[in-house]
């Protein structure tokens, strides 16, 4: 997804036109059989196919309270993922 141009982004984030929230917003939306959504930010042209449908992968969890900003609304509850020998996400930049 692009999240430049995705409605649940531009509807419910703050600050739509900020490039770090672009950013953050950018990636894969991925889902569980649970049907929670997680954010994979991700540059790469294609990010989804890190996550083949009903493959087990393996990848840090960081939950936030929040992800927009303070007071702001959770676009997807604040669930994002990030590869495991990576830095932690701060969605608080």
Do not use: I
Request: proline share 6%.
């Amino acid at each position: 997804m692009d999240g430049r141009t995705n409605k649940d982004v531009l509807k419910k984030s703050q600050m739509p036109n900020d490039p770090t929230m672009q950013r953050f917003y950018t990636g894969a939306l991925v889902s569980t059989d649970h049907a929670r959504k997680w954010m994979y930010p991700s540059t790469a042209a294609n990010p989804c196919q890190k996550f083949p449908k009903s493959a087990l992968v393996r990848v840090k969890a960081h939950l936030f309270c929040c992800d927009t900003g303070n007071e702001g609304q959770c676009v997807f509850g604040g669930r994002w993922l990030s590869d495991v020998d990576s830095n932690p996400v701060n969605t608080f930049e």
